[in-house]
């Protein structure tokens, strides 16, 4: 796996999930993996994202993001291992879920 892990952390609100993707994939970012939490009224996700190509993202496009979020959240960039080992010890399970495929379930 290639890619950078983006950490948002902003206060929760209705429809900042959906903001936060559409915002992605303008950017032209495809998600490999998500985590959502929320903690009070802090929402924290965590997107590892590559480009639509499946390479590693450009600093130019995370320049790119950080301005269009602005100060609404805070973004954290840090390199994705390449050991699928080291994910799973952080806590990530050997099988992603894609929300796509969740969605598709209901639309049958």
Not at 24 to 38: I, Q
Not at 98 to 106: H, M, R, T, V
Request: net charge positive; with cysteine; proline share 3%.
């Amino acid at each position: 796996m290639q890619g950078l892990s983006l950490e948002l952390c902003a206060k929760d609100r209705v429809g900042l999930l959906s903001d936060v993707t559409r915002v992605l994939r303008e950017n032209g970012l495809s998600v490999m993996r998500a985590g959502v939490t929320t903690v009070g009224d802090q929402a924290i996700h965590v997107f590892y994202v590559s480009d639509a190509a499946g390479n590693p993202v450009d600093m130019k496009t995370i320049e790119g993001l950080r301005q269009e979020i602005g100060n609404n959240m805070m973004l954290n960039v840090k390199k994705v291992p390449t050991n699928t080992k080291s994910l799973e010890s952080s806590g990530w399970p050997k099988k992603s879920f894609l929300f796509g495929s969740l969605l598709e379930k209901f639309r049958s």
